[in-house]
């Protein structure tokens, strides 16, 4: 390798490098803010907030663990709404270093407790994830009974059924290691 396109490249990793870190809006057409996103390095987002056109907030990303690893994921606080405003999901995030992360998208990879909301803002699900899988307790409030489920590693273990007004057990199921329901 020649020195002068060593010197090219340091020179263009130099000049590169002295425009982090930045924080980038774009616009909808109308004028109002579409995204505002912090990078401390190319394509290494520190935060976000994703606004819909109407001007209320879609989606937020704030980095709450960075990986030095390339193979370990960065963890993010993540929270989104509806266009009306009300909350759809909170909940953390892990998302790799070594993938393209556009922030516009939603939270694909949960870890920890998070929780998914109906559209009238009242809490439809939380779940207990782990390395992006279902592990712990996951409790599902539908309008007749509530769901609680026990879940390893992506695999569930136990569903319990209760009355939402008495927590009544309505039907409880066991399961085998294969995901089938356990005999009697």
């Not at 340091?10 to 990078?39: M, R």
């Not at 987002?45 to 704030?62: D, H, R, V």
């Not at 963890?75 to 509806?82: A, D, I, L, Q, R």
Request: hydrophobic residues 30%; proline residues 3%.
């Amino acid at each position: 390798m020649s020195l002068q396109f060593v010197t090219l490249i340091v020179s263009i990793l130099v000049a590169s490098a002295s425009e982090y870190p930045k924080t980038t809006e774009s616009k909808f057409s109308s004028g109002k803010l579409k995204a505002k996103i912090h990078y401390v390095a190319y394509n290494d987002i520190e935060w976000a907030e994703i606004f819909y056109a109407n001007g209320k907030q879609k989606i937020n990303y704030k980095r709450v663990e960075k990986s030095s690893d390339p193979y370990k994921p960065d963890v993010y606080s993540f929270k989104s709404w509806t266009d009306k405003g009300e909350i759809s999901k909170d909940g953390t995030c892990e998302v790799s270093p070594s993938e393209n992360f556009y922030a516009e998208d939603d939270c694909f990879r949960f870890s920890g407790v998070s929780k998914i909301y109906r559209e009238d803002g009242k809490l439809w699900v939380e779940a207990t994830y782990k390395q992006a899988r279902l592990d712990g307790t996951s409790i599902t409030h539908e309008k007749e009974k509530v769901i609680v489920e026990e879940y390893s590693k992506g695999k569930i273990v136990k569903r319990v059924e209760k009355d939402p007004a008495t927590s009544k057990i309505i039907k409880t199921e066991e399961y085998e290691e294969d995901g089938s329901i356990k005999g009697p």
